[in-house]
């Protein structure tokens, strides 16, 4: 940001309320009220002057003091309406707009502090009291510009009324106008000692009123942004809930047909037993089919009641965990090894995580996310292949990577794979069997862990499933609304793997 850019900043209004403020003053025409009320006022007072104190005359400079704030309060209400068609003329308020509504008030306080100069200049100088308006003018900048705004319309403030005590003390200015009729010999606008002491007081009030002022209006701004960011945050969970409730009605549906399939093929091979259809040498082959069957539908029940317990679960508990993923890694490798030697496939496990570092997920989650992404590597690898599990660490994140050597996933279909039921056509075009719910139970611990799910995949050479999780040493995650689509999703084409190979 440039110096120029970094001064504009600071002259503009902050917060949502003090733009709003500052359109409403021009659309209400407060300022420009205030000082017809003033002029309505004023003129009556030089009236009730003359009528009952015909021997004390006030300088004419006075009334034409007063005549100027009429004509320059005209010149405003023009200028007034101009400016708020042109904020309106849009869909709303813009930045560039902003700055001239925030121009606007800091020409009329400056010219207004100028024509308060005159007027106690023709009306006692520093005897009158309405040096006390200043401090208005004081008050309004504070709660409507920003800091360094406000400071220099105090600066100004104070420099015209020390100007003018001072100019009348030393004889700059004369000749001097009494405020009261019978006090025409005080005389104490010549008194030094007097004179300091009023700009010191009126410098003590201008500045004291700006700072409490300033304080105030920055604690409100605070809370403002912290009323926007719940309201954003309420918004956001709103949308999650919304999009959630949709996920959940098509995952009921699907869930009904996927478990249908499997109850309506066991139906039709018992039918074929109990109608004498299958002969006594193929019943073992039917009961095989049968078993197979019940096996697909109690794989897709656990996995439901899996996926359930997850959603169910609170996902702060990934906050208060603690798990070691070598711990984890190791015991779900054992797990696997008989069916990876079943297919010849080569199975290796890589360690290159900093010593002692721990995840911030719960334990039993973590291995239903490494179980899945492991027993589909093994699953969708052909015979003679190999699968890699490796870890690693960074100071706010730990990864652990599941890289096989099968049949990848289709550009087109990574981002899909997440979703519960959704399967790859390659791996529906091999038969080979599966319920659809893994990546989806590994999706559902990242969201609530605040993890990533990183996808890299090649038709024909393989996959490589990158989870990372906060690490339990590092600050934990400000995010306060849980999102419904965390997972982060890289595809890896062939010809992006060409210069590797």
Same mark, same amino acid.
């Given at each position: ?11 503009? =209004? ?44 006030? =300088? ?60 106690? #200049? ?55 106008? =009494? ?18 002491? %009023? ?48 996920? #959940?009605? #098509? ?18 091979? %018992? ?9 006594? %040498?193929?019943?073992? *082959? ?39 993923? #070598? ?76 890289? *096989? ?9 990574? *981002? ?86």
């Amino acid at each position: 940001m440039s110096p120029k850019q970094h001064v504009a900043d600071l002259m503009f =209004p902050h917060g949502r309320f003090r733009a709003r403020a500052l359109i409403a003053i021009i659309r209400g025409q407060w300022f420009i009220r205030l000082r017809w009320m003033f002029l309505i006022a004023a003129s009556a007072l030089l009236i009730l002057d003359r009528i009952h104190l015909p021997d004390f005359k006030r =300088p004419w400079a006075v009334a034409i003091c007063i005549g100027l704030v009429g004509v320059v309060n005209f010149i405003w209400w023009l200028v007034g309406r101009h400016l708020l068609g042109e904020v309106y003329r849009g869909v709303g308020p813009s930045a560039e707009n902003l700055s001239r509504v925030v121009s606007f008030l800091n020409a009329q306080m400056t010219v207004d502090l100028l024509l308060l100069t005159g007027i106690l #200049r023709f009306s006692g100088g520093i005897e009158n009291p309405m040096a006390i308006f200043y401090l208005f003018h004081m008050l309004i900048s504070a709660l409507l510009l920003r800091p360094l705004n406000a400071a220099l319309q105090g600066c100004w403030a104070l420099f015209l009324y020390g100007g003018l005590a001072v100019g009348e003390c030393a004889g700059l200015i004369t000749p001097h106008y =009494p405020f009261l009729n019978w006090a025409t010999e005080l005389e104490i606008h010549s008194d030094w000692s007097y004179v300091f002491t %009023a700009i010191g007081v009126l410098g003590a009030g201008i500045f004291g009123t700006l700072y409490f002022t300033l304080q105030i209006s920055s604690r409100l701004d605070e809370q403002e942004r912290e009323l926007f960011e719940a309201n954003r945050a309420l918004e956001q969970s709103q949308e999650a809930l919304q999009e959630l409730q949709a996920r #959940r009605s #098509r995952f009921m549906q699907t869930a009904a047909h996927q478990l249908k399939s499997p109850l309506t093929g066991i139906e039709m091979l %018992a039918d074929l037993i109990r109608n004498g259809v299958v002969d006594s %040498a193929g019943i073992p *082959d039917v009961v095989r089919r049968i078993i197979r069957r019940c096996h697909e539908a109690i794989v897709q029940v656990t996995e439901l009641l899996t996926l359930s317990r997850i959603g169910d679960a609170a996902p702060t508990r990934h906050e208060r965990a603690s798990t070691d993923p #070598r711990a984890v890694v190791e015991k779900i490798v054992v797990r696997f090894t008989e069916q990876a030697q079943a297919k010849d496939i080569k199975l290796d496990v890589n360690f290159a995580h900093a010593a002692g570092a721990r995840a911030r997920v719960e334990q039993r989650d973590l291995e239903d996310c490494i179980s899945n992404l492991l027993d589909n590597a093994i699953k969708y690898t052909a015979d003679g292949g190999s699968v890699s599990v490796t870890t690693s660490s960074t100071p706010q994140r730990l990864s652990i990577s599941v890289k *096989d050597t099968g049949m990848g996933i289709a550009e087109e279909q990574v *981002d899909s794979i997440f979703d519960p039921f959704r399967r790859g056509n390659l791996a529906l075009a091999a038969n080979i069997p599966g319920s659809g719910l893994g990546l989806a139970i590994v999706r559902e611990v990242i969201e609530q862990a605040h993890g990533n799910v990183d996808v890299r995949s090649t038709v024909g050479k393989g996959s490589e499933f990158t989870l990372s999780f906060p690490r339990q040493d590092a600050p934990a995650s400000p995010e306060k609304v849980r999102g419904t689509h965390a997972t982060t999703l890289t595809s890896k084409t062939a010809s992006d793997n060409q210069d590797r190979t």
